[in-house]
Every structure is written in structure tokens, then in C-alpha cells.
């Protein structure tokens, strides 16, 4: 029997999922995240895993990781030195950006700094125009001299953005050969390499964001590898989750580490992509929710809606527009600044607020006794009844009531007048209200009607609020999976090997090159068989294509499918059709009369689905939840706005079948599923608790 791991990092915890290939076995685990060495939770929750079950070392094949370690590397700013070398008059275009502002009455708005500081960004004497042509050589001795004075600054790493470079790189690899030279050691990222597409402010934006942790990549994941070997005596492939939902080897995470920022969120919507599908609904909303952010993903016809760009270390309330650009393809999904450990306040206009920021893993939130004396979420969940403070973890961290409702009363309750419980839920319903809130914009903006996609639960605290959210949003089920504290862990293992490719080549389709199409695609296929062929048989790699398009003067593309054999033709009538498909889903309508372009071509190269078998048991007509009722315990129900005696389940002795109705809780280990008012709940063959909502009046 062989046995596969996957293993993500959070913000608080640390969760480990182990799978056998027969699907016979299925455990987890979750310990608290170690921030400062984050390998020692990875090590210690795989070696607790396998020495709980028994397992021999020799039968683990591959272990699949995701973490948060870039994101937080980037947020934090704990990267390199980091300079960026650009052509002569575009120093500046890295900051000036676009003229999107995130709120355009905010006189004193923040927006993050690029991760080169101005002293940090220079110029070369050299220009490449949009067609190719060489307007100013590169002059050697001029990056050698650059080199020098980098040398001096004490630079680490270097990011090249040469203008129009995504044309034609001879300068920047001749520059790069270089500064390789004279500067050995030095990490180095070229935007020809990593992302030759058109728009120079976004492009060094993500070529930064690389560079910037590239070191910390390589010194973290060769660390990783070795100590699997070496602590935990392990013989297995290790793969990392990639932002887009495939995963890659190391060799190519090392290079391209800004492809990671999104790898533990993307587990969580793969998972419910998999098994929302198994239950027959391919269209789901993915909620996940962690100890530090929320988030939220649409998934249609069984798979998550991907962008080609998205934003880190958002500088304002998590809005769009108020971060870093990063030109890299991920999973779509809106994250929001509420977790179990999201902070509540009062602010100086005497408002309840909570989040974005979060008291973590250390000190974590005021019941876990660690030192914090915010209140947080996760306080108001215990004060609620939602949790027991006995069981959290499976009882391997004990929480402190006493200390969650001391938090709320002097932080919150009494500067607002209201009592402990009233408080409380005013902290859990504001949670509810904002992540619904922010789910419900993430499919108008999709061209989507929110209430038409049930709700697939995950993260540790996910369960606990999801029965909120659905409530809010109207949605008409809620599907809880077995394990959702570490699903993003599973969905790691439900991910194939992929690699993404993309080249600009604008031009109309009236008018387009489609000889130079051909050859860009060709290439890019060419190179995606290449590196998915050093691990997999040539045979068994899938091609897709993809463009981004637009209508003629618009400022942004659509992410359009294209039938290989419409290039082959020439058909810019096939592709029109394509591309107005694509608009219209997203934007109601489509513009007949306007001409259509190309931007972008995209080439996604990736190998078969690993089958996900998990443990099954038949559904039983006359089963009941009878012997799994663990007890009673007050919980605030808000229609009856008052705590009253709630029936508690136990998680894993609920029988496949059973059908129960709500108000209940219903506990496992790594999380807890709060269903607080009239619903029907039942029990299915995998152990997902499907819970469907009570219609409501009005």
C-alpha cells in the first residue's frame, strides 16, 4: 500500500493530511503553526501522523505543501535586498502604477511600496521598441559598472524589467549573463523568463515580488526536502501547491516562488471543486475560513475560476486596487480579513469593528492563554456556546471561557452598553455579515447569482460560520466535509502536476499574425512537455490554450478557451465566438459592432488527476443520530436572541444515512459545524454533513 501527504501552513495551524492510494486509510492531523521555523510544525505533524497509525516510512510515494511563508515574507517585507534594473526613464513606473485609487475620496490613501525602494531601482542606457527593433544597443561595460555599484550597495537580489523586453529579450539575458559574472550568488529574476507579457508597471511588480523571496524559497523548501529524508526518514517526492491549483516540483518552485503566494487557499477550493462534484453539485461556493482570513471562491461546472493577476499585501481593509499587482495565474477568489483570530474593537466612532488584523498563532486569541487580551472571533464563537472549551482540538488546547468573556466585556460590551452575550454576537454576526458580504460581490462581479451556489465548508473555523453566511446570502445548502479543518491539505492531493506558460502578442483578429501565434504557441507547448517530461511519461501531458482578449481601446482582458484547431485555421470567427461566449457570462452583454483583440496567449501544460479514494460506508434507511448524541449545551440561538439547550454530536460516530434536524453542533477534532437555527441535516455516504436550509419568509 503507498500513501500520499499533503501538508499547509496557515497563519495559526499547521494541517496534515494523510491518504492511502486504495483509499482504506484517511487521517489527519493539526498542530499550531511554528512562525519562525514553520518546517518544525510540518515535521512534527507528519512524524505525529505516521507514528499514530503505524505507517512505514517506505510506503509514503509524495508529500504535496502549501504554505504562507511567501505571502507573509512579502506582507512583512522579510525578503532580500532587493534592486530593480529597468530601461532609462521607466525607474518610476514600478510605484507610479495605474490610475486606479481604492477609494477615490480618501485624501490620505496608503498604497504599499515597491519591495525596491528608489534608491534601490536603476536605469540602463538601452531601448528595445514594440516591434522588435533595436532603437539604443545595451552597452556592456554599463552593467558592469551597474554591477559594481549593486556590489556596493550591499543588493542581494535583482529583478530585470527591461522595456518591451516581452518583444525581444536579447538585452535582458545579455544583461543577466553579466551580472551573473560580476556579481556570483546573486538570486535573479528576468521578466522574459517568468512573465513576457505586455505592461511594464505590473510586470516588474511581479518580477520584485520574485526575486524578493527567492532565497527564502530555495534556503526553506532544499530545507524541507532534506529534513523529510533526514528526521523523518522519508523517501518520497515532494511537490508544492502552485496559486493556479496545480502543483510543480521543487526545481521549479525555487525559480518561480511568486507562482506559491496562493498555495493554501488554493487547496480549499480544489477540495470543494472535487467533492462537490462527487455529490453531484458542480457549481459550489468555496468557504474557507482559517484562524487568520476568510476566503471565497466560485466554482463552475466542477472547476475553479482562474485570473491571470491578483494582488498581495492589500494595504487597505483587503480592497482592490490597494496592493502589490502580481501577473501570475491563480485560483479567483476574494479573501477577506476575518478569521478565528480576527480582532474586535470599538473605534473612535464608537462602531464595533472586527479584523483585518489578527492576534495569530502567538498570542493568539484571549481564550487560548497564551497572553493575548483582545477579543477576537474565536472568543465570541466559545462565548456563544458555539464552542467547547474542552474539545477544541480534541481537547489538546484547552480554552479559557474566563479569559474570552473578560476580552469581550472591557473591549467591547461595556464600551457599547450591551451585555456579554449581545456582545458576542455582535462580533460573530459581523463576521457573518462581512464575509457574506464579500462573497456576494465576488459573483456579481462574476456575472453570477450568489444564491444559486451552495456552500462548501472548510478551514477551522469555517463550519462554525458557514450556516451564518448561507443564511445571509440565501444560499440553499451547506455542505460539511469530514476533516474541513484541513481540507486545504486534501485538496492538495487532488491537484495535478501543471505548469503555466504565457507570451503577449498583441493584434487584431481582423488582422492578426497568426503565423506568429502558431509559433509562440508552439513554443510554449513545446517547453510545457519539456518540464512536466522530467517527471511524467510525454504521453500523459495535457495541453490547453487560452487568450486574453478584449474589445479594441478596453483596459482589461478576458480570460478566453481557444480550440487549437481555430489558430490552426486562422478562424478569427471561431475565436470572436469564444471571446463573446466568455463576456457574456461575465458581463451580461456582448458589443457586436466592436473590433476584438488578442493580448496575451496561454499554454497550460499539465498531467493527469491523481485519483482521490476515500473511505465510504453504505447509507442506512434506519439510521439514526441517536447514539452520537454526546450531551446538551446552552448555544445563542438569534431567533430566540437567548442561549438554550442545544443537542450535541459527535462528529465520527454519526452514521451514514442519519437525518437530524437543527438547531445542533456537531464536533469533531479540527473544527466544529454550528447549525443555530431550523434546518435539515443528514448524513452521506463519505461523511459529509449536508445541511439544507429553512426557507425563509420574505
Not at 10 to 22: E, H, M
Not at 143 to 164: D, H, K, M, Q, Y
Amino acid at each position: 500500500m503507498r500513501f500520499r501527504i499533503g501538508a499547509d501552513i496557515g497563519g495559526t495551524f499547521t494541517d496534515i493530511v494523510l491518504v492511502s492510494d486504495d483509499g482504506s486509510v484517511f487521517a489527519f492531523g493539526k498542530v499550531l503553526t511554528t512562525p519562525l521555523q514553520p518546517d518544525d510544525a510540518v515535521i512534527a505533524g507528519i512524524g505525529g501522523l505516521l507514528d499514530a497509525r503505524g505507517i512505514d516510512r517506505a510506503q509514503v510515494a509524495t508529500v504535496v505543501h502549501g504554505t504562507t511563508l511567501f505571502t507573509n515574507a512579502l506582507i512583512e517585507r522579510k525578503g532580500a535586498t532587493t534592486a530593480l534594473v529597468t530601461t532609462r526613464g521607466f525607474r518610476d513606473a514600478v510605484e507610479i502604477g495605474r490610475e486606479h485609487r481604492y477609494d477615490i475620496y480618501d485624501l490620505r490613501m496608503r498604497r504599499p511600496a515597491p519591495l525596491a525602494p528608489r534608491r534601490h531601482r536603476y536605469e540602463l542606457d538601452e531601448r528595445i521598441l514594440a516591434d522588435g527593433t533595436v532603437r539604443t544597443p545595451l552597452d556592456a561595460a554599463e552593467v558592469r559598472a551597474l554591477a559594481a555599484r549593486l556590489r556596493a550597495e550591499g543588493i542581494e537580489a535583482v529583478g530585470l524589467s527591461l522595456i518591451n523586453a516581452y518583444v525581444d529579450d536579447r538585452h535582458e539575458r545579455r544583461a543577466a549573463e553579466i551580472l551573473r559574472a560580476e556579481m556570483p550568488g546573486v538570486a535573479l529574476t528576468l521578466s522574459s523568463e517568468l512573465v513576457p507579457e505586455i505592461g511594464e508597471h505590473v510586470r516588474s511588480s511581479t518580477v520584485l515580488a520574485n526575486v524578493y523571496v527567492k532565497r527564502i524559497a530555495e534556503t526553506y523548501l532544499g530545507r524541507l526536502r532534506d529534513r523529510l529524508a533526514d528526521d523523518l526518514g522519508l523517501d518520497a517526492g515532494l511537490y508544492v501547491m502552485q496559486s493556479d491549483g496545480g502543483i510543480c516540483e521543487i526545481g521549479t518552485a525555487v525559480e518561480a516562488p511568486v507562482r506559491l503566494v496562493e498555495s493554501g487557499p488554493a487547496g480549499g477550493a480544489l477540495a470543494a471543486a472535487h467533492f462537490g462534484a462527487a455529490l453531484g453539485h458542480d457549481d459550489v461556493l468555496a468557504f474557507d475560513m482559517g484562524g487568520t482570513t476568510a476566503k471565497a471562491c466560485l466554482v463552475a461546472d466542477a472547476r475553479p475560476l482562474i485570473a491571470s493577476e491578483f494582488e498581495v499585501d492589500r494595504q487597505y481593509l483587503f480592497k482592490k486596487h490597494s496592493g502589490l499587482p502580481v501577473k501570475v495565474p491563480v485560483i479567483e477568489m476574494i479573501e477577506i480579513g476575518t478569521g478565528g483570530g480576527s480582532v474586535a474593537r470599538v473605534d473612535d466612532l464608537g462602531r464595533l469593528r472586527v479584523g483585518p488584523d489578527s492576534a495569530g498563532a502567538a498570542p493568539g486569541p484571549a481564550c487560548y492563554g497564551q497572553g493575548g487580551a483582545e477579543p477576537t472571533v474565536t472568543d465570541a464563537d466559545l462565548v456563544l456556546g458555539y464552542l467547547d472549551p474542552g474539545f477544541f482540538l480534541g481537547g489538546d488546547l484547552a480554552l479559557n471561557r474566563a479569559a474570552a468573556e473578560t476580552a469581550i466585556r472591557t473591549r467591547v460590551a461595556e464600551p457599547l452598553g450591551l451585555s456579554l452575550t449581545e456582545a458576542a454576537w455582535g462580533i460573530h454576526q459581523l463576521a457573518n455579515e462581512s464575509m457574506a458580504s464579500a462573497a456576494r460581490i465576488h459573483a456579481i462581479e462574476r456575472g453570477r447569482t450568489i444564491a444559486d451556489f451552495p456552500v462548501f465548508a472548510t478551514g477551522g473555523a469555517g463550519p462554525v460560520h458557514a450556516f451564518g453566511v448561507a443564511s445571509i446570502l440565501r444560499c440553499p445548502r451547506v455542505i460539511c466535509p469530514l476533516g474541513a479543518g484541513v481540507m486545504s491539505a486534501l485538496g492538495f492531493l487532488t491537484a495535478p502536476l501543471s505548469v503555466n506558460f504565457a507570451k503577449s502578442l498583441p493584434g487584431r483578429l481582423d488582422s492578426l499574425d497568426w503565423a506568429g501565434a502558431r509559433r509562440v504557441i508552439a513554443g510554449m507547448e513545446a517547453e510545457g512537455r519539456e518540464v512536466l517530461g522530467r517527471t511524467l511519461d510525454p504521453a500523459e501531458v495535457t495541453l490547453s490554450l487560452f487568450a486574453d482578449m478584449r474589445y479594441v481601446k478596453q483596459g482589461f482582458e478576458v480570460r478566453v478557451p481557444v480550440d487549437r484547431a481555430a489558430v490552426a485555421a486562422g478562424r478569427a470567427d471561431a475565436l470572436r465566438r469564444s471571446f463573446e461566449k466568455a463576456y457574456r457570462a461575465i458581463y451580461g452583454h456582448v458589443m457586436s459592432g466592436n473590433p476584438v483583440e488578442v493580448v496575451s496567449w496561454r499554454v497550460v501544460a499539465s498531467g493527469p488527476k491523481p485519483a482521490m479514494h476515500l473511505p465510504t460506508r453504505p447509507e442506512r434507511a434506519d439510521a439514526t443520530p441517536d447514539a452520537a448524541l454526546k450531551g446538551h449545551r446552552p448555544i445563542f440561538l438569534p431567533a430566540a436572541k437567548a442561549l438554550a439547550d442545544t443537542p450535541v454530536y459527535d462528529r465520527y460516530a454519526l452514521p451514514a444515512g442519519a437525518r437530524f434536524d437543527g438547531p445542533a453542533v456537531i464536533e469533531e477534532r479540527e473544527s466544529t459545524v454550528v447549525v443555530n437555527a431550523a434546518a435539515s441535516i443528514r448524513v452521506d455516504a463519505q461523511a459529509n454533513l449536508v445541511i439544507d436550509l429553512a426557507p425563509r419568509d420574505g
